[in-house]
């Protein structure tokens, strides 16, 4: 059965600090990762990997996919209160339908 | 920039109601879904289309029903609500299927007393 397990489940930091969220998945036909963030509404878009090792940045949030040992990483440099949200991790499989594989989230809280 | 909106953000409803979500999307996307999400769950699966008039079957589709009568709306049907329905429902769209990001709605909290 496919799957997307996302680590830790919680986290709280400091302002200023860095984070490092990961997701690892077990998918059959992958075709590329997403993460998203969500607030106190929507799920925004974040990054698409689709290539091993090649790192996407935005800003202070960077991620990176590695298709060997089937996870990704989300880091966030410098945090800042903003940043709280729940982190969102999916796979996309090589599929006609484009149904996603959620993990189950992280939730990030940065203390001022 | 693609916007996709909900009827309601927030819906409380007596148990045996019938409910409807409605979700619309303004940029063409072929493929809507509707996503359940619970503390400790993630996102789950509804259901999803790809077209006009198609519909399957997500993760967790008991208790629910789908209508895709026109490209930009997708309803989401509770027969007959019960408290273990109470929880925020997502509605996400994309262009092409297996190569586009979803794109999501704001949510409606639905609960159901």
């Known amino acids: 059965e496919d799957k997307v397990v996302q680590s830790p489940l919680s986290l709280v930091v400091h302002e200023g600090d860095t984070v490092t969220l990961n997701c690892s998945y077990e998918v059959t036909n992958f075709r590329s990762l997403l993460w998203y963030k969500q607030e106190k509404k929507a799920p925004t878009f974040l990054f698409m990997l689709?290539?091993?090792?090649i790192e996407k940045k935005s800003g202070r949030l960077s991620s990176i996919l590695d298709k060997k040992e089937l996870f990704s990483i989300l880091n966030i440099t410098a945090t800042q209160t903003g940043d709280s949200a729940i982190y969102l991790c999916?796979?996309?499989?090589?599929?006609?339908?484009?149904?996603?594989?959620f993990g189950q989230g992280t939730t990030l809280q940065v203390k001022p | 920039d693609v916007k996709v909106t909900q009827s309601s953000r927030y819906l409380v409803k007596r148990t045996g109601e019938k409910v409807f979500l409605e979700c619309v999307q303004d940029m063409d996307h072929e493929n809507m879904f509707w996503y359940r999400q619970d503390p400790g769950l993630g996102l789950r699966l509804i259901y999803f289309s790809y077209d006009v008039k198609m519909k399957e079957k997500g993760d967790i589709p008991e208790g629910y029903s789908v209508s895709r009568e026109k490209k930009e709306r997708f309803s989401l049907i509770l027969e007959s609500a019960s408290t273990n329905q109470t929880s925020m429902y997502l509605c996400?769209?994309?262009?092409?299927?297996?190569?586009?990001?979803?794109?999501f709605g704001p949510g409606t909290r639905l609960t159901v007393l």
């Open positions: 999916a796979v996309l499989p090589s599929s006609n339908t484009g149904k996603l594989i």
């Open positions: 996400a769209s994309s262009l092409m299927a297996g190569r586009d990001t979803q794109y």
């Open positions: 689709t290539s091993s090792g």
